[in-house]
């Protein structure tokens, strides 16, 4: 009858209901938890952004002290390097006086260096003040090691160093030689452009060119082709025994 046909419609409407009920709050409940789960993933990525960008921060902050630091050693080692000079500007290199044997009667390496001295024609206790000598290196049997003369000014250094060219003609001193005294980096590196100026001679296309160094430039033809690669104090302090060629 009509009445039981609208009991069944209404307790089926009543179970759709339900379900529709339950269906709704089941995608409620998952709609909500996934977007509880971007909303937690957009603060990891915003804390991480915000990381990302503290950390540059730090970066630069750390590349400007950086810098400022290779500046402040930049700034000490080169006027370390100028100290080192003026230094060396004092001192000569001598070779050639033997070690454990006598030389011009003498024992002693300042006594030796002293009759060196004044084998070309400097008296030392008159010309010269005070200095100092001391053998370069580890000993050994089968060499003689040179020695370093440390004067206390420049002027003793550069009286001697115009000697050398009259140690020549000195048989007591045909072995010795003397050279200033410069850093081994320095001394490296004006070997290095004097073995590229050799080489620069001795290439073909060179044949008639004038090649020489000059202020620290290997020039040929007047155009540099290379130079010295340090910084400008050494150029002050070449030794003595390269000189320039045409």
Same mark, same amino acid.
């Given at each position: 009858?009509?009445?039981?046909?609208?009991?069944?419609?209404?307790?089926?409407?009543?179970?759709?209901?339900?379900?529709?009920?339950?269906?709704?709050?089941?995608?409620?409940?998952?709609?909500?938890?996934?977007?509880?789960?971007?909303?937690?993933?957009?603060?990891?990525?915003?804390?991480?952004?915000?990381?990302?960008?503290?950390?540059?921060?730090?970066?630069?902050?750390?590349?400007?002290?950086?810098?400022?630091?290779?500046?402040?050693?930049?700034?000490?080692?080169?006027?370390?390097?100028?100290?080192?000079?003026?230094?060396?500007?004092?001192?000569?290199?001598?070779?050639?006086?033997?070690?454990?044997?006598?030389?011009?009667?003498?024992?002693?390496?300042?006594?030796?260096?002293?009759?060196?001295?004044?084998?070309?024609?400097?008296?030392?206790?008159?010309?010269?003040?005070?200095?100092?000598?001391?053998?370069?290196?580890?000993?050994?049997?089968?060499?003689?090691?040179?020695?370093?003369?440390?004067?206390?000014?420049?002027?003793? #250094?550069?009286?001697?160093?115009?000697?050398? /060219? +009259? %140690? =020549?003609?000195?048989?007591?001193?045909?072995?010795?030689?003397? !050279? *200033?005294?410069?850093?081994?980096?320095? #001394?490296?590196?004006?070997?290095?452009?004097? /073995? +590229? %100026? =050799?080489?620069?001679?001795?290439?073909?296309?060179?044949?008639? !060119? *004038?090649?020489?160094?000059?202020?620290?430039?290997?020039?040929?033809?007047?155009?540099?082709?290379?130079?010295?690669?340090?910084?400008?104090?050494?150029?002050?302090?070449?030794?003595?025994?390269?000189?320039?060629?045409?």
């Amino acid at each position: 009858d009509t009445a039981g046909y609208m009991q069944i419609m209404i307790h089926e409407l009543t179970e759709m209901r339900k379900g529709n009920d339950l269906f709704r709050n089941e995608m409620m409940e998952k709609m909500m938890n996934e977007l509880k789960a971007v909303r937690e993933v957009n603060e990891k990525m915003a804390k991480a952004l915000n990381r990302m960008e503290t950390m540059e921060e730090e970066i630069q902050t750390l590349k400007a002290r950086v810098n400022q630091q290779d500046q402040i050693i930049e700034q000490q080692q080169q006027y370390l390097e100028v100290i080192d000079g003026r230094e060396r500007a004092k001192n000569l290199i001598v070779f050639g006086i033997p070690e454990n044997a006598d030389f011009l009667g003498k024992s002693d390496d300042k006594d030796k260096v002293k009759a060196m001295v004044s084998s070309l024609g400097i008296d030392p206790e008159l010309n010269l003040q005070s200095f100092h000598v001391t053998r370069l290196g580890k000993e050994r049997a089968d060499r003689c090691r040179a020695i370093k003369v440390c004067f206390g000014n420049i002027a003793d #250094r550069t009286l001697i160093l115009n000697k050398k /060219t +009259a %140690m =020549q003609g000195i048989s007591a001193l045909t072995s010795v030689s003397i !050279k *200033k005294d410069i850093h081994p980096l320095a #001394r490296k590196e004006w070997q290095r452009l004097y /073995t +590229a %100026m =050799q080489a620069a001679k001795n290439h073909p296309d060179n044949v008639g !060119k *004038k090649i020489e160094i000059r202020s620290g430039e290997l020039l040929v033809n007047q155009m540099k082709v290379d130079q010295f690669k340090k910084p400008g104090w050494a150029y002050n302090f070449r030794p003595s025994s390269m000189q320039s060629h045409d």
